[in-house]
């Protein structure tokens, strides 16, 4: 595969990602698309597996392709000396006895086992890499069904109209944005078939996808502040409310830092390299705080609509299928944070830094190492 076909099936399948959490959405909220989008969805999880498969078979050509010299040397069935079973050794003797042929053997025989040994590490790492992906991808779509189901079929589904149903968009634009998104934006760089290529378009890229999920999260925001203003609620006043706020406030200043840092071309080099390691840590910050805010948000939520004795509800202390799900969509999302993070910090998976490329368009969300 070559740097285009490899830039245009990574750009499809971040498209068919973002075409798949579209669709899970339609097929909750309309019946009368139901097994159409269901089939929609099923394709578009094939074609995710497939593309992982056709990755673990492109990176396992280096194997086939190594050098030719790496069968012309047999090594001895029964090693009568240690010689004959230590290659080192058996090079310094053949040196000393001064015979070019044996030790040029002996050179394509070590080089083609450390060709060998480099290319299984390499494989295992790869398919390490997109076993965790495609979890990462799995986990993300299944947030986004939990917290539309939770809120289409307990909580009366959606509208924009100032009561509580405008509400229910907050939780889904939330989790849609600042977690989902977010993630997956931020382990663009991790993904091997966009190394060795321009980075300017997988920036702009990153960028687009950091950017849907901040209008993502401040329409979230939107729909809430307009909710309490329309019923006379009090804003910012929980815990909740507070860690979500500061989040998208440092997403948005996270944003605009890197716009400016990485992509406006006339920005000096100096600020680009005293900017990256504020970007990486800020980054992970970010996504930490958007799990803490979901969580106490799914729990204030849980506390508020299940009291038990005066909405005609079950308490949430008896566990009633509501709390069922509304309790496992904050399991999915700790489970899809600790995926990304670890995407993010196994040093395996960066990006190898060009040696002659420009630094301008160096990556967003990697580290120097």
């Known amino acids: 595969m070559n740097s285009g076909q490899s830039t245009t099936s990574l750009l499809a399948s971040y498209d068919v990602f973002l075409f798949s959490l579209w669709h899970v959405s339609l097929t909750i909220f309309s019946k009368e698309y139901f097994s159409f989008l269901v089939f929609t969805d099923m394709c578009t999880m094939i074609y995710i597996i497939c ?66 040994a480099d290319c299984s590490t390499r494989m295992r790492s790869i398919v390490s890499f997109y076993f965790c992906y495609l979890l990462c991808l799995c986990l993300g779509i299944a947030c986004v069904v939990f917290v539309s189901i939770w809120n289409s079929q307990w909580r009366g589904g959606f509208a924009w109209d100032g009561s509580a149903l405008q509400f229910n968009w907050h939780p889904v634009l939330m989790v849609t944005g600042l977690v989902v998104l ?58 909740h409310s507070w860690i979500g706020i500061c989040t998208t406030a440092l997403f ?34 970010i996504l930490i705080l958007s799990i803490v805010s979901c ?24 566990l009633p299928p509501e709390a069922l799900v509304a309790n496992s969509l904050g399991v999915l999302i700790v489970a899809f944070g600790l995926v990304v993070l670890k995407i993010l910090s196994n040093q395996k998976w960066q990006r190898p830094e060009p040696q002659s490329e420009d630094l301008g368009y160096s ?3 990697q580290d120097d190492s």
Request: with cysteine.
């Open 182 to 239: 977010y993630g997956n934006g931020a382990v663009l760089y991790r993904i091997p078939l966009t190394w060795g290529q321009n980075k300017l378009p997988w920036k702009l890229l990153h960028a687009g996808v950091m950017l849907l999920a901040l209008l993502c999260s401040i329409l979230g925001l939107c729909a809430v502040f307009d909710f309490h203003h329309t019923n006379s609620t009090p804003n910012l006043y929980s815990l």
């Open 295 to 318: 969580i106490s948000g799914i729990n204030e939520k849980l506390f508020f609509a299940l009291k038990g004795t005066t909405n005609g509800t079950m308490p949430y202390g008896n």
């Open 363 to 365: 990556p967003l969300l």
């Open 51 to 116: 593309g992982f498969w056709m990755c673990c078979i492109q990176y396992s050509h280096c194997i086939l392709r190594a050098p030719d010299h790496m069968h012309d040397y047999t090594p001895p069935n029964t090693c009568s000396t240690p010689s004959e079973c230590l290659p080192l050794s058996q090079w310094n003797e053949t040196m000393e006895c001064g015979s070019e042929l044996a030790v040029d053997t002996m050179k394509k025989e070590l080089k083609s086992r450390s060709i060998l």
């Open 252 to 285: 948005t200043t996270q944003w605009v830092m890197g716009l400016a840092g990485f992509l406006l071309p006339w920005s000096p080099m100096s600020f680009r390299k005293l900017l990256k390691p504020a970007h990486v840590w800020m980054g992970g910050c």
